[in-house]
C-alpha cells in the first residue's frame, strides 16, 4: 500500500529556517498536505500542494513537490518557539482512501 | 463558529466493551472522516461519511462502524474492545471543492483507553 516517510526529529536554533522533509511512494497522489499536531491537540493543515504545482508559498511557510522523487519539503522561514510541534506529511492518493500519514516530525527550538 | 467537537474527550473502557464516540462537523461541512491515531504514529484513516453513507473505508475490521445523522454530526462505534484499540479518535469534517483539494479541518479528538 502507500507509505509516507518522515525523519522523526529536526532541532534547529531560533531565527533559523527549518525544512521538515517527507517522501511518498504513491505515484497517483493528487494533494498533499502539511499538518501541526501541538500536544494534546488535534490536527491544524498547514497548507497543501496540487501534484501538478511544483511549489507553494504561504507567508513563512513554503512547500516544494519534486513529483519525479516523490519528495515534498516544508520550509518554515524565521522559526519562532511557538512553532515548536510535530508536523505531519500527509498524501490523497488516486484511490482517495482517505489520507495517508507519516509518523510525523517533531520539530525542537533551540533557544 | 465552534469548529469541529467531539465528545467524550476522554474515555476509559474494559476489553470486549463497546464504545461510542460523537463528533459535530464545522458548520457547512457535509463530509464526516474518522481517524485513529496511536501513540508515537500518524493518523490512520477509519472510514468517511457523506450524505449519511459510508462513502470510503480503511484498513480496518468490521468492529469499527459508524453513522451520520441529517444533521451532518456522525458517530463512531467500536465494538468486542481490544487493548489495541486505545489511541486518539480524530473527527475531520470537510466540504469537497472540485479543484481546490479536500480541506479537512480536525477536531481535538476522543482519548480511549482500554484496560
Known amino acids: 500500500g502507500e507509505d509516507v516517510e518522515q525523519s522523526l526529529f529536526l532541532s534547529v536554533r531560533e531565527g533559523d529556517s527549518s525544512v521538515i522533509n517527507c517522501t511518498y511512494t504513491d505515484s497517483s497522489s493528487t494533494y498533499l498536505y502539511w499538518y501541526k499536531q501541538e500536544p494534546g491537540a488535534g490536527l491544524q493543515l498547514l497548507t497543501y500542494?496540487?501534484?501538478?504545482?511544483d511549489m507553494k508559498q504561504d507567508q513563512r511557510l513554503t512547500v516544494l513537490l519534486n513529483k519525479k522523487d516523490k519528495h515534498l519539503s516544508l520550509r518554515i522561514a524565521d522559526t519562532q518557539t511557538g512553532d515548536s510541534a510535530i508536523y505531519f506529511c500527509a498524501e490523497r492518493g488516486g484511490g482517495a482512501d482517505g489520507l495517508t500519514f507519516g509518523k510525523g516530525t517533531h520539530l525542537i527550538i533551540q533557544p | 463558529d465552534a469548529g469541529v467537537t467531539q465528545s467524550p474527550t476522554h474515555l476509559i473502557k474494559t476489553r470486549g466493551q463497546q464504545v461510542t464516540l460523537r463528533c459535530s462537523p464545522k458548520s457547512g461541512h457535509d463530509t464526516v472522516s474518522w481517524y485513529q491515531q496511536a501513540l508515537g504514529q500518524g493518523p490512520q484513516f477509519i472510514f468517511q461519511y457523506y450524505e449519511e453513507e459510508e462513502r470510503q473505508r480503511g484498513n480496518f475490521p468490521d468492529r469499527f462502524s459508524g453513522h451520520q445523522f441529517p444533521n451532518y454530526s456522525s458517530e463512531l462505534n467500536v465494538n468486542a474492545l481490544l487493548l489495541g484499540d486505545s489511541a486518539l479518535y480524530l473527527c475531520?469534517?470537510?466540504?469537497?471543492?472540485?479543484?481546490?483539494?479536500?480541506?479537512?479541518?480536525f477536531g481535538s479528538g476522543t482519548q480511549l483507553s482500554v484496560l
Open positions: 475531520a469534517s470537510s466540504f469537497f471543492l472540485q479543484g481546490s483539494g479536500e480541506k479537512l479541518l
Open positions: 500542494i496540487f501534484s501538478n504545482m
